[in-house]
């Protein structure tokens, strides 16, 4: 299996918003939720429309690890999900499948990120974990703290935390570059 990375620049993250605002609503609002609230893949496709509409936060237990987490809705996340909810039934899925009355799968979700990954040009190694290592890249980029990151991700230590979003690599790789004997 080969790591995902994080979409590292904004002008990336711009370019495959553009992709996906062509395509669906549900794809563009897949990316950007991804992007803004650090959910692993499958708990956000597990999200059905009662749980975010008329809400201001969306609380979960996760999938992976069990543990409660709660989340605001942010204005980034509510100027897109309110028009894509608005005459939606509160059962219905939030990323509901166009084959049936289920949710898109984790392969769905692959394919719509990875592709418009490369139809907006991106080299790097793109798949649906990208969303949750870009959201954390980003947010430790914008705030440097690590601890909270840590924290929202749910991860065991910094160094983790640190080494899950590629920060670790970019410093030895800058540092290395500028090492001469």
Known sequence: MQVVEPIRTRSKIERVKQVLKLKKERDFLLFVMGINCGLRISDLLKLKISDVKNKTHIEITEQKTGKNKRFPITPVIKSVLSNY????????????????????????????????????????????????????YHFYQQTKDVALLQNILNHSSPNVTLRYIGINQDIIDSQLNLFSL
């Open 85 to 136: 909810i608005k005459n939606k039934k509160p059962e219905q899925w939030l990323f509901a499948s166009q084959k049936g009355p289920k949710a898109i799968t984790r392969i769905q979700a692959y394919r719509i990120i990875k592709d418009a990954s490369k139809i907006a040009g991106l080299d790097e190694h793109i798949g649906t974990h990208s969303l949750r290592k870009t959201f954390g």
